[in-house]
T-cell receptor, first 119, second 113 residues
Framework: GAVVSQHPSRVICKSGTSVKIECRSL??????MFWYRQFPKQSLMLMAT?????????EQGVEKDKFLINHASLTLSTLTVTSAHPEDSSFYIC???????????????FGPGTRLLVL | AQSVTQLGSHVSVSEGALVLLRCNYS??????LFWYVQYPNQGLQLLLK??????LVKGINGFEAEFKKSETSFHLTKPSAHMSDAAEYFC???????????FGDGTTLTVKP
């Protein structure tokens, strides 16, 4: 099956610093990736849609200048949390879409997540 | 607009007992429905999905779900729970096979020995 990786799996940073999270599709090319945020014991909230070679599309209420998304290649999307604050602490999960053709060709695969703790 | 309601944030069953996790959805277009499982500190793994066709969908690990349009439900079942089934389960609805989905709040399944 398709594999999506995230790096780092866990990061602790000081308030005011920026943190970059990578999302890679390991054995397929993904023109579209999604970034989600999950608070403890809560559901996933879609933050943005990352499209290769174009600007990301942000969901309502998500600050695009704070959560910078770059989808520079068909296998890599990055999320940079700029000037992080304690309230940005969360579990960030990416997903990638693969289309293998045939019936129900598109499938969404999720990364293992990145836990961010801002002190 | 789409929404998902998972009835029961916590479900506890004994090992070997039936697992039933409830999901109701709302969608203005024909829905695509998904069930995912999440283990602690991990991403989501797709259990099964309904797109079109047969309303009873079989997934991995012995799980299955039935799409009932009249009840706007997509409940997840497994005949016999195993200790390894203990996890968080999310129901989701989308308007395509992949891509943007709206997730329910999740149900924590506990399996007692």
């Amino acid at each position: 099956g398709a594999v999506v990786s995230q790096h780092p799996s866990r990061v602790i940073c000081k308030s005011g610093t920026s943190v970059k999270i990578e999302c890679r599709s390991l054995d397929f090319q993904a023109t579209t990736m999604f970034w989600y945020r999950q608070f403890p014991k809560q559901s996933l909230m879609l933050m943005a849609t990352s499209n290769e070679g174009s600007k990301a599309t942000y969901e309502q209420g998500v600050e695009k200048d704070k959560f910078l998304i770059n989808h520079a290649s068909l296998t890599l999307s990055t999320l940079t949390v700029t000037s992080a604050h304690p309230e940005d602490s969360s579990f960030y999960i990416c997903s990638a879409i693969v289309n293998r053709g045939g019936l129900g060709g598109e499938t969404q695969y999720f990364g293992p997540g990145t836990r961010l703790l801002v002190l | 607009a789409q929404s998902v309601t998972q009835l029961g944030s916590h479900v506890s069953v004994s090992e070997g007992a039936l697992v039933l996790l409830r999901c109701n959805y709302s969608s203005s277009v024909p829905p695509y429905l998904f069930w995912y499982v999440q283990y602690p500190n991990q991403g989501l793994q797709l259990l099964l999905k309904y797109t079109t066709g047969a309303t009873l969908v079989k997934g991995i690990n012995g799980f299955e779900a039935e799409f009932k349009k009249s009840e706007t439900s997509f409940h997840l079942t497994k005949p016999s729970a195993h200790m390894s089934d203990a996890a968080e389960y999310f129901c989701a609805v989308g308007d395509t096979n992949a891509g943007k989905s709206t997730f329910g709040d999740g149900t924590t399944l506990t399996v007692k020995p």
